[in-house]
């Protein structure tokens, strides 16, 4: 993960970057700050994927995501990209919005599933959740992609698929 980045970007505390400007963009991009970190925020700001080192797109619908993310593919390289997306649709900003803005969040939100097949990417990225007020679990592999979002479906659980 960190080989592409120039040597002046590893061992720097992570920057997040958020793109979009809806309200899960911004319940994000809150939660993520009032646990402490940096964040960067934008609908679409080319600063934001080039001043991050981990993207989390939060656009609804797979293709919403493929389509945003592809003028930027290039800049991606080397960053840790946060899959939020499910083969759904529909508002899910009350997932953070309470605790964002300064309330308690849902005790009924299940355990978040994060996986990905890049086990530092994963470990970077559970260590930034650790000071959010949610339990992030290690999902496994991408080839558990498709049972932890039918988990999603069914309630059971949430799905955070990260890839690098």
């Given amino acids: 993960m960190n080989e592409e980045l120039e040597p002046e970007q590893r061992d720097v505390p992570p920057t997040i970057g958020v793109l979009g400007a809806g309200g899960i963009a911004v319940a994000l991009a809150t939660m993520f ?14 600063d934001v994927v080039a001043e991050s080192s981990v993207v989390i797109p939060a656009a609804l619908g797979v293709q919403g995501a493929v389509q945003r993310l592809r003028p930027w593919r290039a800049g991606l390289r080397g960053r840790i990209l946060v899959d939020i997306t499910n083969p759904f649709t529909g508002g899910h900003v009350d997932f953070v919005s309470s605790w964002a803005t300064g309330g308690t969040p849902d005790p009924s939100v299940p355990d978040i599933h994060v996986i990905s097949d890049d086990e530092e990417a994963k470990r970077t990225f559970l260590g930034l959740c650790a000071a959010t007020p949610f339990t992030y679990v290690d999902g496994g592999g991408v080839d558990q992609a498709r049972r932890v979002e039918r988990m999603a479906l069914r309630g059971v659980g949430s799905a955070g698929v990260l890839a690098a």
């Fill in 33 to 46: 700050a009032r646990a402490g970190h940096e964040v960067r925020i934008g609908g679409r700001d080319e």
